[in-house]
């Protein structure tokens, strides 16, 4: 019986509160991460049926380590099944990406720190730089069953629908109706 009570109290204490966080911390997504010359936007998913009281971006540091910004509380709840935007002034402008975002909130006495991980940065209107956007290359040509068709004699096959797959994984069904 002191077995189970000690078992059940220590499950309780220690164990229980680290898988909540761990399952809360799974419920936040990072959605994008914008910079300007001097500003930093983080949008927050809160996928979670639950408000996440007192959020915050706490800390985002870059692949040396080095803290680009340090946030404040300055919202007092985000409510389930929202994107927030957080905006805070940069640190510094030169980093080295990818980014650890710390994002933090209050649930049932305590903080919860969510570390989140970013590998790309979306270049805001302030900046001189540009995205480069590639077009996807086309792999190969299959009918509707499935078959392979070769690229020579697609213009030759009127009127029957071909799934084009491209190397970043999209498909297109085109028909084609004339030479």
């Not at 900046?127 to 020579?152: A, C, W």
Request: hydrophobic share 45%.
């Amino acid at each position: 019986m002191k077995k189970a009570l000690i078992i059940l109290l220590v499950s309780m204490f220690i164990i229980a509160p680290k898988l909540l966080k761990s399952q809360v911390c799974s419920e936040i997504l990072l959605s994008e991460v914008l910079l300007s010359d001097s500003t930093i936007e983080v949008m927050i998913n809160n996928l979670s049926y639950d408000q996440l009281n007192y959020p915050f971006v706490e800390l985002v540091t870059d692949a040396n380590g080095d803290t680009i910004q340090m946030g404040n509380m300055n919202l007092f709840v985000q409510f389930g099944g929202t994107i927030q935007s957080y905006y805070y002034p940069l640190l510094q402008s030169n980093f080295v990406e990818p980014l650890t975002i710390y994002f933090s909130y209050w649930l049932k006495g305590d903080f919860v720190v969510c570390e989140l991980e970013y590998g790309t940065v979306s270049i805001g209107y302030d900046s001189h730089m540009q995205n480069i956007i590639r077009e996807p290359e086309l792999v190969r040509v299959v009918d509707l069953l499935g078959r392979e068709v070769e690229f020579s004699s697609v213009s030759s096959r009127l009127m029957q629908p071909l799934i084009y797959i491209y190397d970043d994984g999209s498909r297109v069904k085109k028909i084609a109706a004339c030479k």
